[in-house]
């Protein structure tokens, strides 16, 4: 059970990305730090910059001008990263997956840990997801 | 000579990262000269749906964009039923207008969140995405998802408001209508926000004119134009509303637009409420035939224009999208020019651009390198308040 | 102005240069021109009657590429659409009206990369939309430019 895993179980510095998104997903994720839910009681922060992020969250399709982009950032990330895909443009394209503007899927660019799928996913969604995560890492850990 | 250097301004919105896209030249401090660039998110929709069935590009064109996930579909039927004079039952235009202004409120008061964070407003910016959940709740209720509501068809409407929701959308509506008073009061009374928003960023009325500006970023600048009023749509005929404007043109006057506009949009939905009969939702057209058409709506940020060219089969032959901020954002050229580099991101928030549509603003210099990203102009815009704040000493 | 009276100034200041007119509704107009009388039609809509500049939109059909002028009249809800038909597919070229309105800045750039129609006149005809790689000749809105189905999962 590396390092890599150990980061998500404390507190946990995200990069939020958007590759060409239509902003929904990116408002539901910003909301999840307000008032109502409330994520950064879990010790979740968003960061300006990725030198200081532990996950790379990344929204929208990947279209073909922000690619570079993708990756510059993922080397820029001090390993051990984690990346998630949010979205059901970050999972798979979504809708989008049959423009002449969106190039590969999200993991055929970077390797992308673990997927958020909707369009976009509820607060709560993401908080679930967070939570299994973290809870599926723990028992992997007791596991051994 | 004076040191003319190019600055990126950064991300519009606070905590993305992406490349250049408009490109500020400054000298000193001042602001000479604008380019853009734009494209990152460019996904050939266009294209797309001349692929789908006219069913499916209406799934499609709701993600053009999150905050106007009601406009481009209402837009894009409209257009559809223009090219045969396709019937819309009366409900279906009430349920149309209720998404429509439900849509308007969480979107302006999002962007009072955001202008509130540029300007260093933190509170501001909790207490109205707070404020913004109980509309979330009432779309969720009535649609079925808090973002991209899938509830708009060609003829109608696909869902329908249950009686029993009535009453759950007016006490939340009256709750909303008590905390916008007091944000109104919070943001039009303050005389820091007076001192820093009052004189920044103008736009002219010819100017307005000569770019086609749209919705509050023209009718702050005295640009009598309202999509809702001039080319009625669903229900908009059937109610009664003030289209708000200001006269001067700056930042602060389309602050004080979307602000009243809030009101407006409650009153709407109320009368809307009231003036509902029972009855069909949905006219269920069979065939779209060969013909062309135009639907316009009143998006939160300006009119969203649809053109659909049909040849009889089930796909679109031609589908045209033009959103708002496609006439506003050209404007901020316009505005920016002059001011200074502090004040750039509030200008480009006062446009209300849409994210998706935003991508951001970079300054280099002359050697392309970067001098400032987004983070250090949203400082340099927060210091400048808390410099104003400490004149009239205020903690 | 209804559509009607609309129909008779245009038809009155420009006599046989409207090719075809259609009042299709109470609140529609469609008004055929040739390309080389764009700029005039424009500053006539534009300037002396006071009409807003919606958008241009192209349209890759048998006859050539159509470009099609969106003007709306906002005080009585008219939206005139003035339809301009480059027959020359090869080399589709038409005046800029950005001298008339700037709002016409971005829509040329983007119908120039997106369709490969010309601007004369146009001070800004860098691409707007696609990367910069993208390859010259190749312009996705044609309808020669097909793109092929993906499998969701390869790219």
Known sequence: MGLKENILTRSIYVFHLSSGSCNNCDIEILDCLTPRFDLERFGIVLVGSIKHADVLLCTGSANKMTVPVIKRLYEQMPKPGFVIAYGACGSSRGLFKDSYNTGAPLDEIIPVDAYIPGCPPKPEATIGALVKLIGKIKAKKGAK | MSDRATIPIGPYHPLQEEPEFWKLIVEGEKVVDVDVRIGYNHRGIEKLSESKSFDQSIFLVERICGICSSSHPIACCEAIEDICGIEVPERARFIRTITQELERIHSHLLWIGLAGHFLGYNTVFMWSWKYREPICDIMETVTGNRQNYAMHKVGGVRRDIE??????????????????????????????????????????????????????????????????????????????????????????AKAVVRILELYESASIIRQCLDKMQEGPIDSKPKDIPPGEGIGVAEAPRGEVFHYVKSDGTNSPVRHKIRAPTYMNFPTFRETVIGETVSDATIIMAAIDPCYCCTERMVVVDGSNKELLKAQDLIRLSQEKTKKIRDKFGIK | ???????????????????????????????????????????????????????????????????LYHFSYDPSGVIVTVRAILKDKDNPHIDTITTVTRSAWWIEREIHELFGVEFDGSEDTRPLLLPDDWPKGVWPLRKNFVVPKRDSRKS
């Open chain 2, 163 to 252: 009686r029993e929701h009535v009453s759950y959308i007016l006490t939340r509506l009256d709750e909303f209508l008590k905390q916008t008073d007091m944000l109104k009061g919070a943001v039009l009374d303050d005389p820091v926000l007076h001192a820093r928003l009052k004189g920044i960023g103008v736009l002219t009325r010819e100017a307005a004119i000569d770019y086609s500006a749209l919705g509050p970023t023209a009718r702050a600048s005295d640009v009598d134009i309202d999509v809702r009023r001039d080319h009625p749509y669903a229900a908009y005929d059937r109610v009664k509303f003030n289209v708000i404007t200001q006269k001067e043109g700056d930042v602060f």
């Open chain 3, 1 to 67: 102005m209804t559509v009607d009276n609309l129909l008779q100034k245009i038809s009155e200041r420009f006599g046989d240069r409207i090719l075809a007119s259609d009042a299709r509704s109470a609140k529609r107009l469609y008004v055929d021109i040739y390309p080389k009388d764009i700029v005039d039609i424009a500053r006539y809509l534009f300037k002396e009657l006071g009409l807003r500049f919606n958008i241009a939109s192209g349209v890759d059909d048998f006859d050539g590429i159509e470009i």
